[in-house]
């Protein structure tokens, strides 16, 4: 006789995130999943900043506000002056000397006033940029105010996610780090699509009324995530011990071998190639398509769900046993095609072409960046790891702002040829500028596998063993800063 089955309990609402956030098994007795939450809330912060800075505000200054295409692109640039140093940051936080006995505080506090000021002054900076008799000290404003904004980010990720890595047992933090990246592109989805609707009837005002009001929420958000998180503790905040080696020791030490530099080389070409449309796709489909600044803020969201799209996808091939070379040849393969589908969404007049190549971006995008990062890590000794970290978010911002800025200069310079009367220009359209940066990035997409196959190679050839590096969970403990 066969007992009937026993009732299922009701789920609780943790065990709900367990299944539908991924990496949610990152809480720990230690770090509890609503503590680890509101810690994240930073990065939801940083998400939603970049969606102005590389979505929303791009699209405003080109279509709304009449600002040229190459002068956008440098602006949208600007903020990545400060990822570079970026491995400097987090080794200063590191070795931060404190008599309070924090360290990543005060890093995560400055960085969030900077990105505040940067905020608070950008609007009235950008409308300064239309009214001709004031170009120029608008120009210098909104220089001043995409730095700002991108210095405090970026310093506010890097010490963030180091105080991620500080609180969680070492058991879990690979998924606590990879859990919060997770809330990363939770952000910039969210702040995509709520942005989008606000500005959904553009005007001056309710421009102002958006920047400043992430400006305060910005503040709002990075104070709750950080309160009586890091206990003080003096013992660990005096400084750096003697015979301890310089970041520049360390940094010689890496770049030392050979394939190294030539993997970092692999992750530019590649890195450029994707971020080249960063300031073109919201502009191309707001005057080439005719759609709202909501529709155009839309895209970044879709990017943003591709992003997450191929982070999930990376983990669960990882997992599996890909190989993390192929991954990375894999999500530049996937970027080809979404480039395509970009390329011909003019000329077809299809914005749904649009929104499936920019989701396409962004699941190539995922795929390649955890790809290579996973590779960059493996090279390194455990007391390098983070160097290896540092050296790859540092080579592919600062390429994927020369990406940007190239984007758009190279968009400007063809459109300027298309109306010089040149007898070539008759064959063009308004698209051709941008086709031409699209095109390019397909170009260097292929470059880019190029470069990497023979490290594919090399790995055959050397004998090691490729699942090695696998061999552990998959969470991603190093992922950038």
Same mark, same amino acid.
């Given at each position: 006789?066969?007992?009937?089955?026993?009732?299922?309990?009701?789920?609780?609402?943790?065990?709900?995130?367990?299944?539908?956030?991924?990496?949610?098994?990152?809480?720990?007795?230690?770090?509890?999943?609503?503590?680890?939450?509101?810690?994240?809330?930073?990065?939801?912060?940083?998400?939603?900043?970049?969606?102005?800075?590389?979505?929303?505000?791009?699209?405003?200054?080109?279509?709304?506000?009449?600002?040229?295409?190459?002068?956008?692109?440098?602006?949208?640039?600007?903020?990545?002056?400060?990822?570079?140093?970026?491995?400097?940051?987090?080794?200063?936080?590191?070795?931060?000397?404190?008599?309070?006995?924090?360290?990543?505080?005060?890093?995560?506090?400055?960085?969030?006033?900077?990105?505040?000021?940067?905020?608070?002054?950008?609007?009235?900076?950008?409308?300064?940029?239309?009214?001709?008799?004031?170009?120029?000290?608008?120009?210098?404003?909104?220089?001043?105010?995409?730095?700002?904004?991108?210095?405090?980010?970026?310093?506010?990720?890097?010490?963030?996610?180091?105080?991620?890595?500080?609180?969680?047992?070492?058991?879990?933090?690979?998924?606590?780090?990879?859990?919060?990246?997770?809330?990363?592109?939770?952000?910039?989805?969210?702040?995509?699509?709520?942005?989008?609707?606000?500005?959904?009837?553009?005007?001056?005002?309710?421009?102002?009324?958006?920047?400043?009001?992430?400006?305060?929420?910005?503040?709002?958000?990075?104070?709750?995530?950080?309160?009586?998180?890091?206990?003080?503790?003096?013992?660990?905040?005096?400084?750096?011990?003697?015979?301890?080696?310089?970041?520049?020791?360390?940094?010689?030490?890496?770049?030392?071998?050979?394939?190294?530099?030539?993997?970092?080389?692999?992750?530019?070409?590649?890195?450029?190639?994707?971020?080249?449309?960063?300031?073109?796709?919201?502009?191309?489909?707001?005057?080439?398509?005719?759609?709202?600044?909501?529709?155009?803020?839309?895209?970044?969201?879709?990017?943003?769900?591709?992003?997450?799209?191929?982070?999930?996808?990376?983990?669960?091939?990882? @997992?599996? #046993?890909?190989?993390?070379?192929?991954? !990375? +040849?894999? &999500?530049?393969? *996937? =970027?080809?095609?979404?480039?395509?589908? %970009?390329?011909?969404?003019?000329?077809?007049?299809?914005?749904?072409?649009?929104?499936?190549?920019?989701?396409?971006?962004?699941?190539?995008?995922?795929?390649?960046?955890?790809?290579?990062?996973?590779?960059?890590?493996?090279?390194?000794?455990?007391?390098?790891?983070?160097?290896?970290?540092? @050296?790859? #978010?540092?080579?592919?911002?600062?390429? !994927? +702002?020369? &990406?940007?800025? *190239? =984007?758009?200069?190279?968009?400007?310079? %063809?459109?300027?040829?298309?109306?010089?009367?040149?007898?070539?220009?008759?064959?063009?359209?308004?698209?051709?500028?941008?086709?031409?940066?699209?095109?390019?990035?397909?170009?260097?997409?292929?470059?880019?596998?190029?470069?990497?196959?023979?490290?594919?190679?090399?790995?055959?050839?050397?004998?090691?063993?490729?699942?090695?590096?696998?061999?552990?969970?998959? &969470?991603?403990?190093?992922?950038?800063?």
């Amino acid at each position: 006789m066969t007992r009937p089955a026993r009732p299922r309990p009701p789920q609780s609402f943790a065990g709900l995130l367990f299944q539908l956030l991924p990496f949610a098994d990152a809480a720990s007795a230690d770090l509890p999943l609503p503590r680890l939450l509101r810690l994240s809330l930073f990065q939801f912060s940083v998400g939603m900043a970049t969606v102005l800075l590389n979505g929303t505000l791009n699209r405003v200054m080109v279509v709304e506000l009449g600002t040229p295409t190459w002068l956008v692109a440098l602006l949208i640039a600007v903020p990545l002056l400060a990822a570079p140093f970026r491995a400097l940051m987090g080794h200063k936080s590191d070795t931060h000397r404190s008599v309070l006995g924090w360290r990543r505080v005060p890093y995560i506090w400055f960085g969030s006033l900077m990105q505040f000021g940067g905020l608070a002054i950008m609007p009235f900076a950008l409308l300064l940029l239309d009214v001709p008799a004031k170009f120029m000290l608008g120009l210098v404003a909104a220089t001043a105010a995409f730095l700002m904004t991108g210095t405090g980010f970026h310093l506010t990720q890097t010490a963030g996610l180091a105080l991620v890595s500080d609180l969680a047992p070492e058991d879990k933090r690979p998924r606590a780090v990879a859990l919060h990246y997770v809330m990363l592109l939770v952000g910039m989805m969210f702040s995509a699509f709520v942005i989008g609707g606000i500005l959904a009837d553009f005007s001056a005002t309710k421009l102002v009324q958006v920047i400043q009001g992430c400006a305060v929420l910005t503040i709002i958000l990075n104070v709750t995530a950080i309160w009586k998180q890091e206990a003080r503790n003096p013992a660990v905040t005096q400084g750096p011990q003697p015979g301890a080696p310089s970041f520049s020791q360390l940094w010689r030490d890496f770049v030392k071998d050979g394939r190294n530099a030539r993997m970092l080389t692999a992750i530019g070409i590649g890195a450029a190639g994707f971020a080249m449309q960063d300031a073109l796709l919201e502009p191309y489909g707001g005057e080439i398509l005719g759609l709202s600044v909501g529709a155009t803020t839309g895209l970044t969201g879709a990017w943003a769900l591709g992003s997450l799209a191929g982070f999930t996808l990376s983990g669960r091939a990882l @997992a599996r #046993g890909w190989d993390p070379l192929r991954l !990375a +040849g894999a &999500g530049l393969v *996937v =970027g080809i095609n979404a480039f395509l589908l %970009v390329l011909f969404a003019g000329p077809f007049a299809a914005p749904l072409m649009l929104y499936a190549g920019s989701l396409g971006i962004g699941v190539g995008l995922g795929l390649f960046s955890v790809g290579t990062l996973m590779e960059a890590m493996s090279l390194a000794r455990a007391e390098s790891a983070g160097l290896a970290l540092g @050296a790859w #978010g540092a080579v592919q911002a600062s390429c !994927a +702002g020369l &990406g940007i800025a *190239v =984007g758009g200069l190279l968009r400007d310079g %063809v459109a300027l040829l298309v109306q010089s009367g040149h007898a070539n220009a008759s064959m063009a359209t308004r698209a051709t500028g941008y086709g031409a940066v699209y095109t390019l990035e397909i170009v260097l997409l292929f470059i880019g596998l190029a470069a990497i196959g023979p490290l594919v190679g090399y790995q055959r050839r050397s004998g090691t063993d490729p699942d090695a590096s696998l061999a552990r969970p998959f &969470g991603l403990a190093e992922f950038p800063t």
